[in-house]
């Protein structure tokens, strides 16, 4: 059942006792909620790589991370894993803490 609104605007009800409509304001999220939809149904995940380093001394276990994430060209992570393995010295350049508790 389709119906009218005080300002003209249109909606149906789902059920007729429950009063259930769908005004000017809900037509955005609506397009939103269905873009995520498509979005998320159309998704196709691609393989990727990274370098994992940590250092180990005196039974602690540092993990280093590396800001730009993750390498979708396996060739390049090849080249980058071959240049850690050659020369396993490396200069740390800046270093990011976070608090342990948060407020």
Not at 54 to 71: C, I, M, P, Q, S
């Amino acid at each position: 059942m389709v119906s009218a609104g005080s300002a003209g605007t249109e909606g149906w009800v789902a059920d007729g006792d429950s009063g259930s409509r769908v005004g000017p304001c809900q037509y955005p999220t609506l397009g939103f909620v269905c873009d995520q939809h498509f979005r998320v149904q159309s998704f196709v995940p691609e393989t990727f790589w990274y370098i994992s380093i940590a250092l180990e001394r005196d039974e602690n276990t540092v993990l280093f991370k590396w800001a730009r994430g993750h390498l979708f060209d396996f060739e390049f992570a090849v080249v980058l894993y071959e240049m850690c393995v050659e020369a396993p010295l490396a200069e740390v350049k800046v270093v990011k803490t976070k608090p342990t508790q948060k407020w």
